[in-house]
């Protein structure tokens, strides 16, 4: 089963719009992390955000922001006011305690001016 | 303060051919773990090294092995390639405890199996 899932395979927003890359996961841990990654054209994969399972607290870093929700295992992932900078391949992933990542299979998002 | 770097960037081999990546994790990062990311598809884990073992493994055939060394560097080997082994080849590096942390990934290696 798929631990990760990512619903939205490729988004397109106008520049300036508001827009929500969805994540849900899947793990039987109660203790557990939660990640987003970003994946521009070039290839490598940046780190955006790390969040446990006992912190269900919003954050917001600039136009970024994240909403954990663990009554519906979701990790959603928000770009206020895109950009086209922000254009990339955006990955959710898990870890649980002793135990490797997994990816989900990426929201392609593309910013249109 | 350098991040993960890997080597080459590109690589173009043969079925049936053997190849070896190489991977610097970045400072103070003593944990090292290995992706294969196919077109269009997530990172696949391959395996993670630590103490300069290897700690965790994914669903890989034993035709991909590795081996960290004491300065915390790493190698990714494929032997027998096939055509399905073209992929972007990723190495992620950590802190102690491996991961629970945030891993920060190299720039990839770009294999192409023709």
């Known amino acids: 089963a798929q631990k990760v899932t990512q619903a939205q395979t490729e988004i397109s927003v106008v520049e300036k719009e508001d827009v929500t890359l969805d994540c849900v996961y899947e793990t039987r841990d109660t203790t557990y992390y939660l990640f987003w990654y970003k994946q521009p054209p070039s290839g490598e994969l940046v780190f955006l955000i790390r969040?446990?399972?006992?912190?269900?607290q919003n954050e917001i870093s600039g136009r970024y922001s994240w909403n954990f929700q663990k009554s519906t295992s979701s990790f959603n992932f928000t770009i206020t006011a895109s950009q086209v900078v922000d254009s990339a391949v955006y990955f959710c992933?898990?870890?649980?305690?002793?135990?490797?990542?997994?990816f989900g299979t990426g929201t392609s998002l593309t910013v249109i001016p | 303060d350098a991040g993960v770097t890997q080597s080459p960037t590109h690589l173009i081999k043969t079925r049936g051919q053997q190849v070896t990546l190489r991977c610097s994790p970045k400072s103070g990062h003593d944990t090292v773990s290995w992706y294969q990311q196919a077109l269009g598809q997530g990172p696949q884990f391959i395996f993670q090294?630590?103490?300069?073992?290897?700690?965790q493994r994914g669903n890989f055939p034993d035709r991909f092995s590795g081996h960290q060394f004491p300065n915390y560097s790493s190698e990714l080997n494929v032997n027998a390639l096939l055509l399905g082994d073209s992929a972007l080849y990723l190495c992620?590096?950590?802190?102690?405890?491996?991961?629970?942390?945030?891993?920060?990934f190299g720039p990839g290696t770009r294999l192409t199996v023709t």
């Open positions: 090294y630590y103490e300069e073992e290897e700690r």
């Open positions: 969040r446990n399972s006992f912190d269900e």
């Open positions: 992933a898990l870890s649980e305690p002793g135990n490797q990542f997994y």
């Open positions: 992620a590096s950590s802190p102690s405890g491996g991961a629970n942390y945030e891993q920060y």
